[in-house]
């Protein structure tokens, strides 16, 4: 989206800069590694183009920015590690290219220069950006746990699964367009407007991922399509098509092996999840969502010019292919 861009390109000019100790070697550069890794880098993004929405230059926001950016990248280093990913963007990950010991140090240090980034604001200012902060660490890791907890369960709800999803993606889109909204001084209406709309976007976007894990082009999704099914992961798909569909057990079956290759299971999965409707609900809960981000809108003390432009990255969002 061309809005995007040029905070994107202002951001990744500082990320050059933000680890700059060389020692020791085996701490930091596994940092750079990661962070040089590219990605969307969509929450920082947020944060930066918030702020100069609400009047502040996006420059006085860059270091909750990078705070956010160092903060998703930690967490992603300790998931890979959990998952036992080998590749990450394409690239070895952390552990793979190090080892994990390695891993869990340098994401640990990557949490507490993120913190770091913080002490340049004000007090008043950097309590509120510290205290917010805390809260979605603390929700992210919740987040995380609740996932690796479903792994062991067969009676997870819908419900369960959509707090799942917002404690582990939602509410650091939303935190990263209140921190925005924090450094511009805006006022408290909008700033918990801003972070509701961003909140509901963050679920719309992560049902959209676990619908491009089944159904996206292979060309441009960047990851294996259908690993969600050969994971077993309980996603929204799967709790739907339980519902809905009149082949739940063989569903279940489905989800309860690993077959060397996946390609008959993937297939089969993918034609239960149509011809029980899950697929369409889940297109219709990603609508219903970015609906809920858009009327919070209505609450936010913007120019319609600004909020059109939060419709259309919305939009922009959803119609993603990766």
């Not at 010991?101 to 340049?120: P, V």
């Not at 902060?133 to 819908?158: H, M, N």
């Not at 894990?213 to 050969?230: E, L």
Request: charged fraction near 25%; charge should be negative.
């Amino acid at each position: 989206m061309e809005i995007l861009k040029t905070y994107q390109v202002a951001l990744a000019e500082h990320l050059q800069s933000v680890v700059n100790q060389e020692e020791p070697a085996q701490l930091y550069d596994p940092i750079k590694y990661i962070l040089n890794l590219g990605g969307k880098r969509l929450r920082p993004t947020l944060t930066l183009m918030t702020a100069d929405f609400f009047g502040a230059h996006s420059a006085k926001a860059m270091h909750a920015a990078l705070a956010v950016e160092l903060f998703h990248n930690f967490s992603l280093i300790h998931d890979d590690i959990m998952d036992n990913a080998p590749l990450r963007r394409g690239k070895e990950t952390v552990h793979e290219k190090w080892d994990i010991n390695t891993g869990i140090l340098s994401g640990d240090a990557m949490l507490i220069l993120a913190y770091r980034l913080f002490e340049g604001y004000e007090p008043h200012m950097f309590q509120k950006l510290a205290k917010l902060f805390s809260k979605t660490a603390i929700e992210v890791c919740e987040g995380q746990q609740y996932d690796v907890d479903f792994e062991e369960r067969d009676d997870v709800t819908i419900p369960e699964y959509i707090k799942m999803i917002d404690y582990k993606t939602a509410v650091l889109v939303g935190a990263s367009m209140k921190m925005g909204a924090i450094v511009a001084d805006a006022s408290e209406v909008c700033q918990e407007g801003i972070y509701e709309f961003g909140r509901n976007l963050g679920i719309a976007f992560q049902l959209q991922d676990d619908y491009l894990d089944a159904f996206g082009d292979p060309k441009n999704f960047g990851k294996q399509v259908g690993g969600d099914i050969i994971a077993n992961k309980k996603t929204f798909l799967y709790l739907k098509a339980l519902e809905q569909s009149s082949n739940s057990m063989v569903l279940r079956n489905l989800f309860s092996i690993t077959p060397e290759d996946p390609t008959d299971k993937i297939d089969t999965v993918k034609n239960i999840y149509v011809t029980s409707g899950a697929a369409l609900a889940t297109e219709e809960e990603i609508e219903r969502y970015t609906k809920k981000a858009n009327d919070v809108l209505d609450t936010i003390s913007l120019s319609e010019d600004k909020k059109e432009q939060l419709r259309a990255f919305g939009a922009w969002l959803m119609k993603r292919s990766v």
